[in-house]
């Protein structure tokens, strides 16, 4: 596995255009990828048929991704920026009383993610993930974990705010563990997945961020 990891990662280096036609092709390649992935997966999309989808040559598709399963990186990693600025939006000036209400939004938000598009399911979700995606998984959950912490630091006291990474990280895989059972099973998610990921994520947060926070004692003046 750490063979195969390097193998792929020695190879992410895509190609970013810099010239208006390059840019409109590239961008042309990742929209006939989605469509695909919607379809048939991240299996039925190669390098062929995202050419033939956007009307380009087989070449082009090398010329900005030289291995095509870099494209399904490219992909994740857009779609979990978006998701985490999306986040950002749904948190800013609002005040919590406690932690576990920015929980609710990070879930419910999750839940959306995958539910009302395909691709992130497909990309993120069960087998079907492309190993690439994978991979580059834990960065992401590094990312987000990171930004929660200062979401929190920002409007409670915290005591080991370094202790409570890794367990926001692992709390992400348990959720879409979840998630990833119910679309399995019935092709969706359904609302008992998503109220049990919610409750055993909670119930493991909970242990290990409740006894880290406080809430902040604003003084009167």
């Not at 087989?58 to 990186?73: D, L, T």
């Not at 539910?115 to 960065?139: E, K, Q, T």
């Not at 679309?183 to 049990?196: A, H, N, V, W």
Request: net charge positive; hydrophobic share 40%; proline share 4%.
């Amino acid at each position: 596995m750490a063979k195969r990891k390097e193998q792929i990662l020695s190879t992410q280096k895509t190609r970013k255009p810099v010239q208006e036609r390059g840019i409109k092709r590239r961008s042309e390649i990742l929209s006939a990828a989605v469509q695909i992935i919607s379809e048939t997966g991240t299996t039925g999309a190669t390098a062929h048929k995202i050419a033939e989808r956007a009307n380009l040559p087989a070449s082009s598709v090398y010329q900005y991704f030289p291995k095509p399963e870099m494209i399904f990186e490219v992909l994740a990693e857009q779609r979990a920026s978006d998701m985490i600025e999306h986040l950002k939006k749904e948190f800013a000036g609002r005040d919590f009383d406690n932690w576990w209400q920015m929980y609710e939004i990070v879930a419910k938000a999750t839940c959306e993610f995958y539910r009302d598009d395909p691709v992130n399911a497909r990309l993120f979700l069960g087998m079907d993930a492309a190993i690439i995606v994978r991979l580059g998984a834990a960065s992401r959950l590094t990312r987000f974990a990171e930004w929660f912490c200062e979401e929190l630091e920002s409007r409670f006291i915290v005591t080991d705010l370094r202790g409570m990474r890794e367990p926001l990280a692992i709390s992400v895989n348990v959720f879409d563990a979840a998630l990833s059972r119910s679309i399995s099973l019935y092709g969706e998610i359904r609302p008992q997945y998503f109220d049990e990921a919610k409750e055993a994520v909670f119930g493991y947060l909970n242990a290990r961020i409740e006894p880290n926070v406080k809430k902040r004692v604003v003084k009167a003046t």
